[in-house]
Each structure stands twice: as C-alpha cells, then as structure tokens.
C-alpha cells in the first residue's frame, strides 16, 4: 500500500489487501491468520498461501517460529496500565507477547497502515498506543466488529459451539445491544450499564461469565460515570469456549 493523506478511516475492501501475516509470539502460540474479508477464517499453515491468493493477497509474510524467536531470545516489549484490565488481567503475559510480536512485525515489514478487528477492543487500543509511544511510522486503524445476521460476533471459536452452545451464546450481543441503547439515551452511571449486561448472561444458564467491564478507552481503567467516549467489554464461557464482546463509543467523534 502506498502512503497517502487519510483524512478518515478507510472501509477496507478484499482489493485493498496486499499483504497478510501469520505471527507467532515467544512460547510459539500461533495466531489465525488475519484476512480482515473473513473474520471467521481458520487455517493451518499448509493452507495459508492458496487462501491468502484466493482473497486477493499477493504477499504473504510467514516466518518460521525459530526465525522470529532464535535460541537464547531475550527482548520484550512491556505496557502498563492499559494492559492491566480486562483480558490482561485474565491472561497474564498476553500482551507482552502481543505487544513484542506486532512491534517485530511491524519493524521487519515496515507497512504504512495495519488494520486490527475491533473486537479485541484491548489489543487494538494497546497497538495503537505502543505505536504512538515508540514513535512508529505506521497507521493502525480499527475495523468494526462483523457478526452473523442473529447478531453474534464473529470468531473462529463460534465454530466451538454446539447448537445449542450457538443458541446460548446471543446472550452476549443481546446484553452489548442493551448496553449500547442505555448509553446512546443518556445513561452515564456505569453500574446501571454494568448490571443490566449482567442480567441478560446470568438470565442464560450456558453462561459463565469472566468479566464484565465499563472502562476509559484512554487507559482501559473501570469507570463509575462515562464519559463523551469508553468501552463496555465482556467476556463469557460458553460451555468451554471463551468468547469477547464490546460496544466502543466516542461521541466525540
């Protein structure tokens, strides 16, 4: 992609894709590859240069994971604050590997732009400020979440669910949906947001929740009254399978 003046963000269409990425972080766990046209793609890595040419991808960066981590590997990328809530808080470490494999990737491939799923609401707001932080030369943008026509966000994981599972899992939009409509007609208290996302899960016996969180987009920290903009975030089990919700708002913008 060339560099040019981006008064907004782009809607990014498959004929836009020019290359895509297969990372791994240090303890070798694989990431999907991201093709932002499908966000429910699985692959194995035999699978990776014929589905990347198929969506119209014509360069494919997938080191070895002995490439990117040689023996005796020792440097990491380390953010506070905003890596202390939510999904950070659940999965010590995550981000640390997060945030040291996209500053490798972005050092080696040198992108003017990468797009990043707004579902990963946290990782997306990690990216951007370790971006700005260390002074890169990259655009990050943020895509909107896509979901099914029931309304569920789409994830790989959704392929986890049994039908019933399936079923069970739309607790997790619909409670997203009845925090948004709160919000967007004024309601400012996060306790009144937080409560009513907690009574449509707890409503569905399938349902195991792991968090529940109204926080600050600036510092991921949990607030008690919102602001012009914030992140109301969940994640739930469902039977086995983890899956994550959120409704960002910037009114702001």
Known sequence: MKKEQIEKEPVLRVEDLSVSFHMYDKGLEQYDLKVISDLSLDVRPGEIAAIAESKGVNVVFHPEPEEMYPKNYNTYVVMETLTDTLCGAKRPGHFRGVCTVVNKLFNIVQPDKAFFGQKDAQQLA????????LNMNVKVYGCPIVREEDGLAKSSRNSYLSAKERKAALCL?????????????????????????????????????????????????????LGESGLVAIAVYIGKTRLIDNYLFDFDE
């Open 173 to 225: 939009s619909r409670s997203i949906f009845a925090a948004q409509d709160l919000i967007e007609s004024g309601e400012r208290n996060a306790d009144i947001v937080r409560t009513a996302v907690r009574e449509i899960i707890e409503a569905e016996p399938l349902a195991q929740i792991d968090y529940i969180e109204v926080v600050d987009l600036g510092n991921m920290q949990p607030v008690d009254s």
């Open 126 to 133: 990690i990216i951007k400020r370790m971006v700005s932080d």
